[in-house]
């Protein structure tokens, strides 16, 4: 038997060795029941010059491993939140992802 425990462990291992989230430096907090949390640390290279803002792409990162509401064969949609520290609401989106099963 699987402890779902071993499951996140994997979960978490498998997207922090994602190059693409090593270098944006994404960790996952918390992952469960088809929720995770992750952090971005922003960086000035992570910022837009003009505005100082974060750039979009390293915010959709996150909404890519959002909230999952559906899970089909080949076809997963989520949607996430992602909000600052103090729980200000910086993006709200949803996405579709092609589901790679062994």
């Given at each position: 038997m699987v402890r779902s425990q071993d499951v996140t462990e994997s979960i978490c291992a498998f997207w922090e060795s994602i190059p693409l989230s090593r270098h944006l430096g994404i960790r996952v907090e918390e992952m469960t029941d088809g929720r995770s949390r992750l952090r971005l640390?922003?960086?000035p290279e992570l910022c837009n010059p003009a505005s100082s803002s974060v750039h979009g792409g390293a915010l959709s990162s996150l909404v890519?491993?959002?909230?999952v509401l559906r899970l089909g064969r080949t076809l997963a949609v989520v949607e996430a939140d992602v909000r600052t520290d103090g729980g200000e609401l910086v993006v709200e989106g949803r996405?579709?992802?092609k589901v790679w099963r062994s």
């Open positions: 640390s922003v960086r890519a491993e959002g909230h996405g579709t992802s």
